[in-house]
């Protein structure tokens, strides 16, 4: 009897794992989606080298292009 319940329970936990594993099913067409805006920071580890000074002010100058 007990090697029935295990049987039985192993082929229900794969069962249960096989079907988690399906592909989803395809989102239905919708209209084009709305443009989402990102903010990107960035932190220096510290300002007191020459490198991160020069890093600093290149990503201010890059980021100046760009609408805030």
Same mark, same amino acid.
């Given at each position: 009897?007990?090697?029935?319940?295990?049987?039985?329970?192993?082929?229900?936990?794969? $069962?249960?794992?096989?079907?988690? /594993? @399906?592909?989803?099913?395809?989102?239905? =067409?919708?209209?084009?989606? %709305? #443009?989402?805006?990102?903010?990107?920071?960035? $932190?220096?580890?510290?300002?007191? /080298? @020459?490198?991160?000074?020069?890093?600093? =002010?290149?990503?201010?100058? %890059? #980021?100046?292009?760009?609408?805030?």
């Amino acid at each position: 009897m007990k090697h029935k319940f295990v049987t039985f329970s192993i082929i229900l936990v794969a $069962a249960l794992v096989l079907g988690a /594993c @399906a592909p989803a099913a395809a989102p239905a =067409e919708t209209t084009a989606p %709305e #443009a989402k805006q990102f903010k990107i920071g960035m $932190a220096n580890f510290s300002q007191c /080298c @020459a490198y991160f000074i020069g890093m600093n =002010e290149s990503v201010i100058a %890059e #980021a100046s292009a760009y609408p805030t």
